[in-house]
């Protein structure tokens, strides 16, 4: 499986022939969807899902299939996709590759602001993609895509638990619009796998970041 | 009053010919400690206090007071500085300024790493800076100035909670080097005083984002209750 980071949340994964995009949000470019087979939507957060984006491969690419979660769908009911609307502990597969569907809702924001709907995606039992919540898809997991920075982001220090609760093989950050470099490099070394004395107790898991556009073989 | 937020957690205040510098840190510029006729050091890690551009200081001026906890004071043992060690409750002067110490711990990075202490200061009964914890000082407040992004820093939420605690009659927030400009546009827009529907709760609190270099007056007020503006 290849896996590419196109920005902020959204991925590219290729598989045998297949592409699947999840997250096509306002930072992916805008090729992001022109060999896309299937897309999957976490929630309907902008960063996560560009309606223009989605319509525009929509219209070009009549095979093209949809899986999000109940809200998502309603938003894009009678726009002409073809939709599939999935939820916690669902399972479904696109073209041979099987995902299981993880979570119902997004991290808290604030007591007073409804959550939106949000759903992870486990893609061929290798990569997790949580979406804006810190689920535990309480399955083995190859690679973690690992939101960074955002309003309902905790403190770095319960990404840590996060990530050792998860135990993957991996950790790959993603969703750090609103970082500057400095927090990335503070967040990669407080996230490292092992610990550092006074500094971090260490994830357990390798810190593997991307660079976007540059595909990668899990 | 005039507050100047130098960087980070680095302020400078001066009133009636007094000037307090809070936290300076890695970040703050040399030359920002110029003219300082006093010190005060939330807590020790080095965006708070840099014993380098602190030692310049003291070498500048000898016997330069400086007020901190005790694992600070520790740290600049035998600098030649005037270190006074002060604690939560403690309330002392700086040359006619009043100051009060409130809190003992920095806020919780993860349970496996010891805290450090961390101590906030509330200036001529007016400013409040709590260091790297949300501290409630339990008196009103004029300007609180916020930590809005650090590893023991909570989510939006919480800080637009711990500013309705407060309730001071201004808010500005500091301690914001981890952000780029979407991180700042963000947060001025979730620390809103009016809440917007489905974004952002509001906190009730007039939202001020200073400017680096730029002094600001800070008149007196009372607490926002009984205030006309």
Redesign the interface.
């Known amino acids: 499986m290849e896996l590419t980071w196109l920005g902020q949340s959204c991925v590219r994964i290729e598989k045998d022939g297949t592409v699947l995009v999840i997250d096509p949000g306002l930072a992916a470019p805008a090729h992001a969807l022109d060999d896309a087979d299937a897309v999957l939507i976490t929630h309907e957060h902008s960063d996560h899902l560009a309606i223009p984006l989605l319509m525009s491969a929509v219209r070009t690419r009549r095979h093209l299939k949809i899986w999000t979660n109940r809200s998502v769908a309603n938003l894009l009911e009678g726009t002409g996709a073809r939709v599939h609307q999935v939820d916690d502990g669902d399972t479904f597969d696109v073209m041979g590759i099987p995902i299981s569907v993880h979570g119902s809702w997004h991290g808290q924001v604030h007591h007073e602001i409804p959550p939106v709907r949000n759903v992870g995606f486990l893609v061929d039992s290798t990569l997790f993609h949580p979406g804006d919540a810190l689920t535990d898809p309480a399955t083995p997991v190859g690679a973690l895509l690992l939101p960074l920075c955002g309003r309902w982001v905790p403190r770095v220090g319960k990404l840590l638990d996060y990530v050792r609760q998860v135990r993957p093989q991996r950790v790959i950050p993603v969703h750090d619009t609103g970082a500057a470099l400095i927090n990335l490099q503070v967040h990669a070394s407080f996230l490292s796998k092992d610990p550092i004395p006074n500094a971090t107790p260490g994830t357990g898991a390798p810190y593997t970041p991307l660079t976007t556009l540059e595909p990668t073989t899990l | 009053m005039q507050l100047t937020w130098q960087i980070h957690a680095c302020i400078r205040i001066e009133q009636d010919g007094v000037t307090i510098v809070v936290d300076p840190g890695v970040f703050t510029p040399p030359g920002d400690l110029d003219g300082a006729d006093a010190l005060l050091i939330t807590h020790e890690h080095g965006d708070h206090f840099s014993l380098p551009l602190i030692s310049a200081a003291i070498a500048a001026r000898p016997g330069l007071p400086i007020w901190t906890n005790s694992s600070v004071a520790a740290l600049l043992e035998g600098s030649g500085a005037e270190v006074h060690t002060i604690g939560d409750g403690d309330t002392f002067s700086v040359e006619g300024i009043e100051v009060q110490a409130h809190g003992t711990w920095h806020d ?7 805290r450090v202490r961390n101590t906030g200061f509330l200036i001529g009964g007016r400013v409040f800076h709590p260091g790297d914890a949300m501290t409630d000082p339990d008196a009103p407040v004029d300007l609180l100035l916020v930590p809005t ?1 650090g ?7 919480d800080l ?2 711990y500013v309705r605690q407060i309730n001071p009659a201004m808010v500005a927030p500091i301690h914001d ?4 400009q ?2 700042e546009d ?1 947060l001025d827009q ?1 620390l809103a005083p009016r ?1 917007v529907t ?4 509001g906190t009730g609190v007039p939202y001020r984002r200073l400017t680096v270099g730029q002094p600001i007056t800070i008149r007196p007020r009372h607490h926002r209750e009984g205030a006309s503006t």
């Open positions: 919780l990075i993860h349970e496996e790493l010891p992004n590893q023991s820093v909570p989510n939006f939420g637009v909670d080097t981890g952000f780029d979407a991180g963000g979730f809440a489905h974004l952002s709760p």
